[in-house]
Protein backbone atom coordinates (compact mmCIF):
# COMPACT_ATOMS: atom_id res chain seq x y z
CA UNK A 1 0.00 0.00 0.00
CA UNK A 2 1.40 3.23 -1.18
CA UNK A 3 0.90 6.45 1.34
CA UNK A 4 0.84 9.44 0.12
CA UNK A 5 2.41 12.25 2.07
CA UNK A 6 0.68 15.63 1.48
CA UNK A 7 1.87 19.10 1.16
CA UNK A 8 1.06 20.12 4.09
CA UNK A 9 2.45 17.42 5.89
CA UNK A 10 5.96 18.50 4.10
CA UNK A 11 6.20 21.83 4.63
CA UNK A 12 5.74 20.80 7.88
CA UNK A 13 7.97 19.12 8.87
CA UNK A 14 10.55 21.33 7.04
CA UNK A 15 9.50 24.65 8.66
CA UNK A 16 9.94 22.55 11.85
CA UNK A 17 13.68 21.61 10.81
CA UNK A 18 14.09 24.93 9.53
CA UNK A 19 12.87 26.67 13.02
CA UNK A 20 14.64 24.35 15.18
CA UNK A 21 18.27 24.51 13.48
CA UNK A 22 17.43 28.28 13.69
CA UNK A 23 16.37 28.19 17.19
CA UNK A 24 20.12 26.45 17.83
CA UNK A 25 21.78 28.84 15.89
CA UNK A 26 20.43 32.05 17.49
CA UNK A 27 21.57 30.39 21.32
CA UNK A 28 25.04 29.18 20.01
CA UNK A 29 25.42 33.42 18.76
CA UNK A 30 24.32 34.21 22.21
CA UNK A 31 26.23 32.26 23.68
CA UNK A 32 29.07 33.94 21.98
CA UNK A 33 27.74 37.27 22.92
CA UNK A 34 26.53 36.97 26.05
CA UNK A 35 29.74 34.51 27.16
CA UNK A 36 26.96 32.83 29.06
CA UNK A 37 25.47 29.40 28.40
CA UNK A 38 22.50 30.07 31.20
CA UNK A 39 20.57 33.22 30.68
CA UNK A 40 17.12 32.04 31.31
CA UNK A 41 15.97 29.17 34.48
CA UNK A 42 14.94 27.21 31.24
CA UNK A 43 18.25 26.65 30.11
CA UNK A 44 19.48 24.53 32.81
CA UNK A 45 17.60 24.77 35.84
CA UNK A 46 19.81 22.52 37.74
CA UNK A 47 22.08 24.75 36.94
CA UNK A 48 20.50 28.18 37.37
CA UNK A 49 19.61 27.03 41.09
CA UNK A 50 23.67 26.58 41.44
CA UNK A 51 24.87 29.72 39.64
CA UNK A 52 21.71 31.31 42.03
CA UNK A 53 23.59 29.95 45.37
CA UNK A 54 27.19 31.16 44.19
CA UNK A 55 26.06 34.12 43.48
CA UNK A 56 24.37 34.40 47.12
CA UNK A 57 27.30 32.96 48.43
CA UNK A 58 29.63 35.58 47.11
CA UNK A 59 27.32 38.45 48.09
CA UNK A 60 27.91 37.64 51.47
CA UNK A 61 31.68 37.03 51.39
CA UNK A 62 31.87 40.54 49.77
CA UNK A 63 29.33 42.05 52.40
CA UNK A 64 32.26 40.74 54.94
CA UNK A 65 34.98 42.35 53.09
CA UNK A 66 33.60 45.67 53.19
CA UNK A 67 32.64 45.44 56.60
CA UNK A 68 35.82 44.74 56.79
CA UNK A 69 37.79 47.68 54.70
CA UNK A 70 35.31 49.77 56.20
CA UNK A 71 36.27 49.46 59.65
CA UNK A 72 39.61 48.32 60.44
CA UNK A 73 40.88 51.65 60.76
CA UNK A 74 39.01 51.95 63.94
CA UNK A 75 41.67 48.84 65.58
CA UNK A 76 44.58 50.70 63.55
CA UNK A 77 43.62 53.62 65.57
CA UNK A 78 43.71 52.11 68.51
CA UNK A 79 47.02 50.45 68.75
CA UNK A 80 47.81 54.04 67.44
CA UNK A 81 46.37 55.42 70.20
CA UNK A 82 47.89 52.99 72.77
CA UNK A 83 51.25 53.41 71.43
CA UNK A 84 50.95 57.11 72.23
CA UNK A 85 49.80 56.43 75.61
CA UNK A 86 52.32 53.78 76.15
CA UNK A 87 55.24 56.50 75.15
CA UNK A 88 53.19 58.65 77.69
CA UNK A 89 53.67 56.46 81.00
CA UNK A 90 57.25 55.32 79.70
CA UNK A 91 58.47 59.30 79.85
CA UNK A 92 56.10 59.58 83.55
CA UNK A 93 58.51 56.77 84.53
CA UNK A 94 61.39 58.45 83.61
CA UNK A 95 60.27 61.30 85.26
CA UNK A 96 59.75 59.26 88.50
CA UNK A 97 62.55 57.44 88.67
CA UNK A 98 64.82 61.11 88.07
CA UNK A 99 63.28 62.44 90.71
CA UNK A 100 64.33 60.10 93.45
CA UNK A 101 67.91 60.33 92.71
CA UNK A 102 69.83 62.42 94.84
CA UNK A 103 69.81 65.80 92.64
CA UNK A 104 66.21 65.87 93.03
CA UNK A 105 64.73 68.47 95.27
CA UNK A 106 61.22 70.27 95.70
CA UNK A 107 61.63 72.60 92.48
CA UNK A 108 62.61 70.25 90.20
CA UNK A 109 59.58 67.73 91.31
CA UNK A 110 57.45 70.53 90.53
CA UNK A 111 59.08 71.24 86.71
CA UNK A 112 58.56 67.54 86.72
CA UNK A 113 55.23 67.18 88.21
CA UNK A 114 54.73 70.77 85.49
CA UNK A 115 55.63 68.24 82.61
CA UNK A 116 53.07 65.04 83.96
CA UNK A 117 50.21 67.74 83.31
CA UNK A 118 51.31 68.29 79.18
CA UNK A 119 51.76 64.00 79.64
CA UNK A 120 47.99 63.77 80.93
CA UNK A 121 46.88 66.24 78.76
CA UNK A 122 48.34 63.94 75.85
CA UNK A 123 46.92 61.09 77.49
CA UNK A 124 43.24 62.74 77.17
CA UNK A 125 44.02 63.39 73.54
CA UNK A 126 44.72 59.90 72.66
CA UNK A 127 41.61 58.38 75.40
CA UNK A 128 39.37 60.48 73.38
CA UNK A 129 40.48 59.93 69.67
CA UNK A 130 37.49 60.21 66.82
CA UNK A 131 37.51 58.25 63.83
CA UNK A 132 34.51 58.72 60.96
CA UNK A 133 33.45 61.79 64.01
CA UNK A 134 33.11 59.01 66.48
CA UNK A 135 34.84 58.23 69.81
CA UNK A 136 36.55 54.72 69.83
CA UNK A 137 37.04 54.50 73.29
CA UNK A 138 33.47 54.83 73.98
CA UNK A 139 32.54 51.08 74.06
CA UNK A 140 29.08 51.45 71.59
CA UNK A 141 28.21 54.91 72.94
CA UNK A 142 30.58 56.48 69.61
CA UNK A 143 29.09 60.02 70.71
CA UNK A 144 29.42 60.67 73.57
CA UNK A 145 33.56 61.63 74.61
CA UNK A 146 34.91 58.82 77.05
CA UNK A 147 37.11 60.89 79.29
CA UNK A 148 36.99 64.48 80.73
CA UNK A 149 39.17 66.12 83.79
CA UNK A 150 36.94 66.34 86.80
CA UNK A 151 38.08 67.20 90.33
CA UNK A 152 38.75 63.95 91.67
CA UNK A 153 40.74 62.84 88.28
CA UNK A 154 39.40 61.01 85.27
CA UNK A 155 35.78 60.60 84.55
CA UNK A 156 34.73 57.68 82.13
CA UNK A 157 30.96 58.40 80.34
CA UNK A 158 31.23 55.75 78.04
CA UNK A 159 29.91 52.18 78.68
CA UNK A 160 31.85 48.54 78.72
CA UNK A 161 30.25 47.18 75.51
CA UNK A 162 32.78 46.45 72.58
CA UNK A 163 31.95 47.28 69.22
CA UNK A 164 31.32 44.53 67.31
CA UNK A 165 31.05 43.97 63.18
CA UNK A 166 30.00 40.48 61.13
CA UNK A 167 32.99 39.44 59.87
CA UNK A 168 31.77 36.26 58.52
CA UNK A 169 28.70 33.49 59.02
CA UNK A 170 28.28 33.33 62.87
CA UNK A 171 31.48 35.23 63.43
CA UNK A 172 32.07 38.62 64.87
CA UNK A 173 35.14 40.52 65.59
CA UNK A 174 35.86 43.39 67.88
CA UNK A 175 37.11 46.44 66.77
CA UNK A 176 37.02 48.48 69.62
CA UNK A 177 38.11 48.14 73.14
CA UNK A 178 36.28 50.50 75.86
CA UNK A 179 37.57 52.84 78.12
CA UNK A 180 36.90 51.05 81.08
CA UNK A 181 38.98 48.12 79.91
CA UNK A 182 41.89 50.02 78.78
CA UNK A 183 42.19 53.67 80.57
CA UNK A 184 39.90 53.82 83.62
CA UNK A 185 37.63 51.94 85.82
CA UNK A 186 33.64 51.23 85.71
CA UNK A 187 32.60 49.36 88.47
CA UNK A 188 29.70 48.69 86.07
CA UNK A 189 27.06 47.26 88.40
CA UNK A 190 24.40 45.03 86.88
CA UNK A 191 20.72 46.25 86.85
CA UNK A 192 18.56 44.84 89.83
CA UNK A 193 15.07 44.98 90.86
CA UNK A 194 16.06 47.22 93.52
CA UNK A 195 17.66 49.96 91.68
CA UNK A 196 16.29 53.38 91.99
CA UNK A 197 15.37 55.06 88.65
CA UNK A 198 17.03 58.08 90.13
CA UNK A 199 20.37 56.00 89.62
CA UNK A 200 19.97 55.19 86.12
CA UNK A 201 22.26 56.78 82.86
CA UNK A 202 25.13 57.54 85.04
CA UNK A 203 22.95 59.18 87.91
CA UNK A 204 20.82 61.63 85.52
CA UNK A 205 17.94 59.22 86.38
CA UNK A 206 14.63 59.51 84.45
CA UNK A 207 12.56 61.93 83.75
CA UNK A 208 9.15 61.30 85.44
CA UNK A 209 6.66 60.97 82.88
CA UNK A 210 4.06 58.79 81.20
CA UNK A 211 4.55 56.10 78.23
CA UNK A 212 2.59 54.46 76.19
CA UNK A 213 2.76 50.58 75.24
CA UNK A 214 0.53 48.97 72.54
CA UNK A 215 1.04 45.36 72.15
CA UNK A 216 1.22 43.39 68.53
CA UNK A 217 -2.59 42.71 69.11
CA UNK A 218 -3.49 46.41 69.04
CA UNK A 219 -4.15 46.73 73.04
CA UNK A 220 -2.73 49.98 74.33
CA UNK A 221 -2.20 51.04 78.21
CA UNK A 222 -0.17 53.90 79.75
CA UNK A 223 1.90 53.56 82.39
CA UNK A 224 3.10 56.69 84.64
CA UNK A 225 6.60 57.03 85.71
CA UNK A 226 7.82 58.60 88.95
CA UNK A 227 11.30 59.65 90.14
CA UNK A 228 10.36 57.27 93.68
CA UNK A 229 9.79 54.22 91.31
CA UNK A 230 12.48 51.58 91.44
CA UNK A 231 12.86 48.58 88.49
CA UNK A 232 10.86 46.66 90.71
CA UNK A 233 8.00 48.90 90.78
CA UNK A 234 8.13 49.67 87.17
CA UNK A 235 8.39 46.42 85.98
CA UNK A 236 4.93 46.28 88.22
CA UNK A 237 3.28 48.85 86.42
CA UNK A 238 3.83 47.14 83.09
CA UNK A 239 3.02 43.75 83.81
CA UNK A 240 -0.43 45.18 85.67
CA UNK A 241 -1.75 46.97 81.96
CA UNK A 242 -4.51 45.03 80.08
CA UNK A 243 -2.54 43.19 77.17
CA UNK A 244 0.16 40.84 76.40
CA UNK A 245 3.29 42.23 76.79
CA UNK A 246 5.85 41.05 80.01
CA UNK A 247 8.33 43.56 81.39
CA UNK A 248 11.81 42.65 82.98
CA UNK A 249 15.46 42.67 83.33
CA UNK A 250 16.89 41.53 79.91
CA UNK A 251 19.38 37.98 79.91
CA UNK A 252 22.43 40.77 80.58
CA UNK A 253 21.43 42.74 83.40
CA UNK A 254 21.69 45.99 81.72
CA UNK A 255 18.56 46.89 80.68
CA UNK A 256 14.67 46.54 80.09
CA UNK A 257 13.33 43.52 78.32
CA UNK A 258 9.62 43.82 77.16
CA UNK A 259 8.32 40.42 75.80
CA UNK A 260 4.62 40.73 73.50
CA UNK A 261 3.00 37.16 74.25
CA UNK A 262 0.20 37.55 71.58
CA UNK A 263 -1.65 34.76 69.92
CA UNK A 264 -3.07 37.14 66.92
CA UNK A 265 -0.51 39.75 65.57
CA UNK A 266 -2.42 43.11 63.72
CA UNK A 267 0.84 45.54 63.81
CA UNK A 268 4.51 45.94 66.09
CA UNK A 269 4.76 46.57 69.37
CA UNK A 270 4.87 50.05 70.13
CA UNK A 271 5.97 52.44 72.89
CA UNK A 272 5.61 55.60 72.48
CA UNK A 273 6.01 59.21 74.77
CA UNK A 274 2.88 60.56 75.80
CA UNK A 275 2.66 64.60 75.72
CA UNK A 276 6.21 64.96 73.91
CA UNK A 277 8.29 63.59 76.96
CA UNK A 278 11.35 61.50 76.98
CA UNK A 279 10.87 58.75 79.55
CA UNK A 280 10.78 56.23 77.04
CA UNK A 281 13.97 57.27 75.07
CA UNK A 282 15.52 57.75 78.63
CA UNK A 283 14.20 53.98 79.98
CA UNK A 284 16.11 52.70 76.31
CA UNK A 285 12.65 51.58 75.16
CA UNK A 286 11.30 53.88 72.81
CA UNK A 287 10.49 52.44 69.46
CA UNK A 288 8.54 50.20 67.28
CA UNK A 289 9.50 46.09 66.79
CA UNK A 290 7.91 42.89 65.06
CA UNK A 291 9.07 41.47 67.92
CA UNK A 292 10.41 42.04 71.50
CA UNK A 293 12.01 45.12 72.84
CA UNK A 294 15.15 44.60 74.34
CA UNK A 295 16.37 48.18 76.01
CA UNK A 296 19.38 49.56 75.46
CA UNK A 297 22.46 49.93 78.66
CA UNK A 298 20.33 51.96 81.65
CA UNK A 299 24.20 52.39 82.95
CA UNK A 300 23.22 52.51 86.75
CA UNK A 301 25.32 54.22 89.16
CA UNK A 302 28.00 52.52 91.82
CA UNK A 303 26.22 53.32 95.42
CA UNK A 304 27.30 52.32 99.03
CA UNK A 305 24.47 49.73 98.86
CA UNK A 306 25.88 48.05 95.73
CA UNK A 307 26.87 44.42 96.02
CA UNK A 308 29.72 43.37 95.19
CA UNK A 309 28.40 40.66 93.35
CA UNK A 310 26.50 42.65 91.17
CA UNK A 311 29.36 44.70 89.70
CA UNK A 312 30.86 44.28 86.33
CA UNK A 313 28.31 43.29 84.74
CA UNK A 314 27.26 40.95 87.37
CA UNK A 315 29.82 38.99 86.88
CA UNK A 316 31.22 40.29 89.91
CA UNK A 317 34.70 40.87 91.83
CA UNK A 318 37.02 38.66 94.22
CA UNK A 319 38.40 41.23 96.69
CA UNK A 320 41.85 40.21 98.51
CA UNK A 321 44.20 42.63 99.82
CA UNK A 322 44.76 46.05 98.93
CA UNK A 323 48.75 47.75 99.61
CA UNK A 324 48.79 51.58 100.51
CA UNK A 325 50.96 54.20 101.06
CA UNK A 326 50.88 57.12 102.91
CA UNK A 327 53.69 58.94 104.16
CA UNK A 328 55.11 57.11 106.62
CA UNK A 329 52.34 54.78 106.76
CA UNK A 330 52.02 51.89 104.70
CA UNK A 331 50.58 48.17 104.91
CA UNK A 332 47.75 45.99 103.74
CA UNK A 333 43.97 45.87 103.91
CA UNK A 334 42.08 43.14 103.22
CA UNK A 335 38.45 43.63 101.96
CA UNK A 336 37.74 39.44 101.13
CA UNK A 337 34.88 40.31 104.14
CA UNK A 338 32.88 43.08 102.26
CA UNK A 339 29.78 42.44 100.54
CA UNK A 340 28.95 45.68 99.59
CA UNK A 341 30.89 48.73 98.42
CA UNK A 342 30.06 50.55 101.64
CA UNK A 343 31.50 47.46 103.71
CA UNK A 344 34.63 48.13 101.29
CA UNK A 345 34.76 51.90 102.00
CA UNK A 346 34.47 51.33 105.71
CA UNK A 347 36.84 49.00 106.03
CA UNK A 348 39.71 51.69 104.21
CA UNK A 349 38.81 54.55 106.38
CA UNK A 350 38.27 52.43 109.48
CA UNK A 351 42.09 51.57 108.62
CA UNK A 352 45.45 53.22 110.03
CA UNK A 353 46.40 54.78 107.40
CA UNK A 354 44.86 58.51 107.43
CA UNK A 355 42.88 57.72 104.47
CA UNK A 356 39.47 58.37 103.24
CA UNK A 357 37.57 56.35 100.79
CA UNK A 358 35.09 57.13 98.50
CA UNK A 359 32.77 56.58 95.58
CA UNK A 360 34.31 59.27 92.59
CA UNK A 361 32.16 61.66 91.25
CA UNK A 362 31.17 60.18 88.10
CA UNK A 363 29.79 57.34 90.55
CA UNK A 364 31.74 54.34 88.57
CA UNK A 365 34.78 53.84 91.14
CA UNK A 366 36.33 54.45 93.64
CA UNK A 367 39.48 56.48 95.12
CA UNK A 368 41.44 56.76 97.93
CA UNK A 369 42.82 60.20 99.26
CA UNK A 370 45.00 60.94 101.90
CA UNK A 371 43.61 63.17 105.23
CA UNK A 372 47.41 64.93 105.23
CA UNK A 373 47.53 67.91 102.79
CA UNK A 374 51.03 66.66 102.88
CA UNK A 375 51.28 63.22 101.59
CA UNK A 376 49.65 61.52 98.81
CA UNK A 377 48.00 58.11 99.55
CA UNK A 378 48.75 55.51 96.64
CA UNK A 379 47.23 52.26 96.74
CA UNK A 380 49.03 49.07 94.93
CA UNK A 381 47.57 45.89 94.28
CA UNK A 382 49.13 43.26 96.82
CA UNK A 383 51.54 40.09 94.73
CA UNK A 384 49.44 39.02 91.83
CA UNK A 385 46.31 40.27 92.95
CA UNK A 386 44.23 42.65 91.25
CA UNK A 387 42.14 43.77 93.87
CA UNK A 388 43.42 47.58 93.90
CA UNK A 389 42.86 48.06 89.89
CA UNK A 390 39.55 45.89 89.99
CA UNK A 391 38.14 48.50 92.19
CA UNK A 392 39.50 51.24 90.24
CA UNK A 393 42.23 52.53 93.01
CA UNK A 394 45.21 52.32 91.41
CA UNK A 395 47.41 50.62 88.74
CA UNK A 396 46.72 48.31 85.66
CA UNK A 397 44.03 49.69 83.67
CA UNK A 398 43.64 52.75 85.93
CA UNK A 399 46.27 54.60 84.06
CA UNK A 400 44.55 58.50 84.33
CA UNK A 401 44.78 57.35 87.87
CA UNK A 402 48.18 56.22 87.99
CA UNK A 403 49.23 59.45 86.40
CA UNK A 404 47.14 62.20 88.68
CA UNK A 405 48.75 60.17 91.62
CA UNK A 406 52.04 60.54 90.33
CA UNK A 407 51.52 64.66 89.27
CA UNK A 408 50.12 65.05 93.30
CA UNK A 409 53.25 63.02 94.70
CA UNK A 410 55.40 65.66 92.37
CA UNK A 411 53.84 68.52 93.49
CA UNK A 412 54.15 67.34 96.86
CA UNK A 413 57.60 66.88 97.24
CA UNK A 414 56.29 63.48 98.74
CA UNK A 415 59.09 61.37 97.89
CA UNK A 416 57.75 58.24 99.08
CA UNK A 417 54.03 58.23 97.41
CA UNK A 418 56.65 59.06 94.23
CA UNK A 419 58.79 55.72 94.79
CA UNK A 420 54.97 54.19 95.56
CA UNK A 421 53.96 54.97 92.12
CA UNK A 422 56.67 53.30 90.12
CA UNK A 423 54.94 49.79 90.82
CA UNK A 424 51.56 51.42 89.48
CA UNK A 425 53.41 52.69 86.34
CA UNK A 426 54.82 49.61 85.93
CA UNK A 427 51.91 47.52 85.84
CA UNK A 428 49.44 50.04 83.71
CA UNK A 429 53.01 50.22 81.06
CA UNK A 430 52.25 46.03 81.13
CA UNK A 431 48.24 46.51 81.09
CA UNK A 432 48.49 49.00 77.93
CA UNK A 433 51.11 46.51 76.34
CA UNK A 434 48.74 43.48 76.96
CA UNK A 435 46.15 45.88 75.41
CA UNK A 436 47.66 46.46 72.33
CA UNK A 437 48.41 42.83 71.78
CA UNK A 438 44.81 42.19 71.82
CA UNK A 439 44.36 44.69 69.11
CA UNK A 440 47.66 43.44 67.25
CA UNK A 441 45.48 40.15 67.59
CA UNK A 442 41.94 41.52 66.44
CA UNK A 443 43.87 43.46 63.22
CA UNK A 444 45.61 40.16 62.38
CA UNK A 445 42.19 38.25 62.26
CA UNK A 446 40.13 40.36 60.38
CA UNK A 447 42.92 40.56 57.80
CA UNK A 448 43.40 36.90 58.00
CA UNK A 449 39.72 36.42 57.43
CA UNK A 450 39.71 39.51 55.06
CA UNK A 451 42.15 37.02 52.82
CA UNK A 452 39.71 34.10 53.37
CA UNK A 453 36.79 35.78 51.87
CA UNK A 454 38.66 36.99 49.23
CA UNK A 455 40.23 33.47 48.05
CA UNK A 456 36.86 32.39 48.48
CA UNK A 457 35.21 34.80 46.23
CA UNK A 458 37.90 33.48 43.86
CA UNK A 459 37.44 30.04 44.09
CA UNK A 460 33.09 30.71 44.03
CA UNK A 461 33.61 32.98 40.37
CA UNK A 462 35.27 29.86 38.97
CA UNK A 463 33.17 27.66 40.37
CA UNK A 464 30.02 30.07 39.02
CA UNK A 465 31.89 30.30 35.66
CA UNK A 466 32.49 26.82 35.24
CA UNK A 467 28.50 26.52 35.69
CA UNK A 468 27.16 29.14 33.58
CA UNK A 469 30.05 30.47 31.26
CA UNK A 470 29.70 29.39 27.55
CA UNK A 471 32.69 27.61 25.55
CA UNK A 472 33.43 29.97 23.03
CA UNK A 473 35.33 28.41 21.00
CA UNK A 474 32.62 25.39 21.38
CA UNK A 475 29.88 27.83 20.43
CA UNK A 476 32.13 29.24 17.56
CA UNK A 477 32.05 25.58 15.76
CA UNK A 478 28.48 25.20 16.59
CA UNK A 479 27.62 28.45 14.69
CA UNK A 480 29.57 26.92 11.64
CA UNK A 481 27.95 23.66 12.24
CA UNK A 482 24.65 25.45 12.22
CA UNK A 483 24.90 27.54 9.40
CA UNK A 484 25.96 24.58 7.15
CA UNK A 485 22.91 22.78 8.28
CA UNK A 486 20.30 25.56 7.54
CA UNK A 487 21.82 26.23 4.67
CA UNK A 488 21.61 22.52 3.95
CA UNK A 489 18.28 22.27 4.85
CA UNK A 490 17.07 25.53 3.26
CA UNK A 491 18.67 23.68 -0.23
CA UNK A 492 17.03 20.19 0.49
CA UNK A 493 13.84 22.10 1.11
CA UNK A 494 13.44 24.16 -1.96
CA UNK A 495 14.08 20.34 -4.17
CA UNK A 496 11.49 18.57 -2.03
CA UNK A 497 8.81 21.33 -2.39
CA UNK A 498 8.99 22.09 -5.70
CA UNK A 499 5.30 22.48 -6.86
CA UNK A 500 4.13 20.57 -10.48
CA UNK A 501 0.60 20.46 -11.70
CA UNK A 502 -0.11 17.34 -10.32
CA UNK A 503 0.23 18.46 -7.05
CA UNK A 504 -3.20 20.51 -8.01
CA UNK A 505 -5.12 17.11 -8.99
CA UNK A 506 -7.14 15.24 -6.90
Not at 23 to 45: C, H, M, V, W
Not at 73 to 87: F, G, K, T
Not at 92 to 101: H, R, T
Request: hydrophobic share 40%; glycine share 8%.
Amino acid sequence: MVTRVTSQAQQANSLQNIFRITENLFKAQQEIASGKRITRPSDDPAGIRDALLLKTSISRSDQFVRNIDSNRIYIQASDSALESVDINLIRAKELAVSELGGLATGETRGFAANELDQIISQTFESANIKVKNQFIFSGTEFRTQPFEQGASGAVYFGNSERFEIAVGSNNNADFTLPGSDVLGNDLNPQLTNSTQLSSLNGGSGITPGSINITDRAGNSGTVNVTSADTIASLISKINALAGNVTASINSNGSGLQLTDGSSVVSQALTVTEVSGGSTAIELGILGRRDGNISGSDLNPVVTSSTLISDLKGGDGLTLNQIGIVNGAASGTITLSSATTIGDVISLINNSSFNVTASINSSNNSLLVNSNSSATVAIVNNVGTDETAENLGLGGGKNVFTTLFKLRDALKNNDSLAILASLENLDSSLASINNNRAIVGASLSRVNTTSSIHDQDIVNKLQQLSNVEDADTVKSIADVANLQFALQATLAATAQVLQPTLLDFLR
